[in-house]
């Protein structure tokens, strides 16, 4: 049996234990037993972490050191090299990652984001010329800095930890921030080890802190409401996104969020692939628990039945290879707790009395072993209206809907509150004329990968706002300060 390593808090440069010795157990979703311990943060502790970080951004050089931090931050990128396997081993036994799934979405698309950072992070202005301009008879220049935005709370989910996190810690670093990272509850591993190898690499005190705790919303409540904290750049779902604003509003927080989706992935007609294009959109890539997902899946109904058989077929063919531990093949496991297997099971059910119809799954498979193993699931036959279709499910439930024309299928993409992602695949005039139409932070034409650490990736509508990654992705975590001097006097009108 895996047993993970204690999972410690590192608060002003130490790694320690909860104040009060208290510890919550880790829960393998492949077993549902126990598979490692984490420290129980109390309120004390997140508020020395936030003191920590709130006197290194003000008393120490860390905002204005830029040779400083950009070593560091390249520094502690190879020790998560040398700790690939251990951070393999967390998406697997914290996250449900299966091991097809570990290197693609968890540990080389990471640590790829990581290194593109420090690309873009050249191709940042740190100053900006505005000119000059004639005001009161004299001319004046007028320079923009940009400076660092200040303390930083990250809260970040369970799906793709490792993802997450170095996506906003190590954006708010090289923007020159200091860090609170608050990890989810079921994976507080993948956050510990953030502390260990800052600790590693040398960070000055308080510059990054991690924190955790069992109950999901103490630490991150505390860093919302904090006045102490500049910036809560979270990721997870849009009811804790809301009232993270809400919260926020009372010290005027800048809030930057990551939420979920409901992608639709628009098949056409004259796609090339028409059928390898419906064959490939099952939901089952690390059981179908990530944001960005085309968990919506539009198809012409001129085709609707051809697509239902080549769907059957795929699933048919996929089987039973899914949720086996020790198989590197396998792409899925299972979901990451009890709650979202009910919550999962539940869709399933509602599903069907809504109408639809099951092609494939439904079914939770307590063979499988004593974590939370749902079945890759498909419904047919599904209206956009059904709650099946409008609400996030994020689980490996895949729905599709038939659609008149490409308006209709515009229509239908757009009718959803979230605006996360999206795809279409056909001829390339026709396809990139719909993805300008559809209302969603981006489309992927005929499979184009839209994903990547030196682009941008966000929500429109109730997904989110702001961007993370790319050169956005550092800028959400700097202000821009004005300075204007009068130079001569301006001639005269
Ligand atoms: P969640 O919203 O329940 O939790 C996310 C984080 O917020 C966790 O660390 C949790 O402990 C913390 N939290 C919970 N209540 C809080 C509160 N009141 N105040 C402050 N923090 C609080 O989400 P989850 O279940 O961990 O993750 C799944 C969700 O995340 C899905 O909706 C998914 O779409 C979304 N997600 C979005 C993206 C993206 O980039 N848009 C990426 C991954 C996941």
């Known amino acids: 049996m895996t047993t993970l390593p204690d999972a410690r ?28 311990k984490a420290a129980d943060a109390t309120a004390d502790d997140v508020n020395e972490a936030i003191a920590a970080a709130r006197r290194a951004f003000d008393e120490t050089d860390w905002s204005t050191n830029v040779e400083k931090r950009v070593a560091l931050v390249k520094k502690y990128r190879e020790l998560f090299e040398r700790d690939r396997v251990k951070l393999g081993q967390l998406a697997i036994h914290e996250a449900g990652a299966a091991q097809g799934a570990v290197t693609r979405a968890h540990v080389d698309m990471a640590l790829d984001g990581w290194d593109d950072y420090i690309t873009v992070f050249d191709r940042i202005d740190w100053e900006v010329d505005y000119g000059e301009r004639p005001a009161f008879g004299m001319v004046h220049k007028r320079l923009g800095l940009r400076e660092s935005v200040g303390v930083v709370g990250a809260i970040t989910p369970w799906n793709v930890p490792l993802y997450v996190n170095i996506g906003k ?24 080890v953030f502390g260990e190898l800052a600790k590693e690499a040398g960070f000055p005190d308080g510059v990054m802190n991690v924190i955790f705790g069992a109950d999901p919303a103490l630490a991150g409540e505390m860093l919302v409401t904090d006045p102490r904290v500049d910036l ?57 628990q990530g944001c960005a997902v085309q968990s919506r899946l539009l198809v012409p109904k001129s085709r609707y039945e051809e697509a239902k058989a080549i769907l059957g077929g795929a699933y048919g063919k996929f089987g039973d290879n899914w949720g086996d531990v020790d198989n590197p093949a396998h792409v899925m496991g299972p979901v990451v707790s009890k709650r979202q297997m009910e919550r999962v099971k539940s869709y399933i059910d509602l599903g069907q009395e809504e109408g639809a119809t099951l092609l494939a799954g439904g079914k939770i498979r307590p063979d499988k072993g004593g974590g939370y193993f749902v079945e890759p699931t498909c419904f047919v036959d599904v209206t956009n209206d059904m709650r099946i279709a409008q609400e996030e499910i994020f689980g490996p439930v895949l729905v599709v809907i038939p659609y008149e024309d490409d308006e209709d299928a515009i229509r239908i993409a757009n009718e959803s509150s979230y605006g996360l992602s999206g795809g279409v695949s056909g001829s390339h005039e026709r396809a990139m004329n719909i993805a300008r139409r559809v209302r969603t932070g981006s489309m992927s034409i005929n499979n184009g990968m839209c994903i ?8 429109f509508k109730a997904s989110g706002m702001g961007r993370e990654w790319g050169v956005e992705g550092i800028e959400e975590y700097t202000d821009v300060k004005l300075l204007a001097w009068p130079v001569r006097q301006a001639e005269p009108a």
């Open 232 to 288: 809560i750049s979270f990721t997870g779902s849009t009811g804790v996104g809301k009232r993270i604003m809400e919260q926020g509003a009372a010290t005027l927080k800048r809030v930057f969020l990551e939420l979920g989706g409901k992608s639709a992935k628009i098949v056409l007609d004259d796609a090339p692939n028409f059928a390898m294009d419906i064959g490939m959109s099952m939901l089952v890539f690390h059981a179908g």
């Open 9 to 36: 808090l590192y608060i002003d440069g130490k790694l320690r234990d909860a104040g009060n010795g208290a510890t919550f157990d880790v829960i393998s979703p492949w077993t549902g037993e126990p598979v490692g």
């Open 169 to 192: 810690v190590v954006a708010a670093l090289l923007a020159g921030c200091t860090v609170i990272l608050k990890p989810a509850p079921d994976t507080p591993g993948m956050g510990a």
């Open 452 to 459: 990547a650490g030196d682009i941008p990736f966000g929500g």
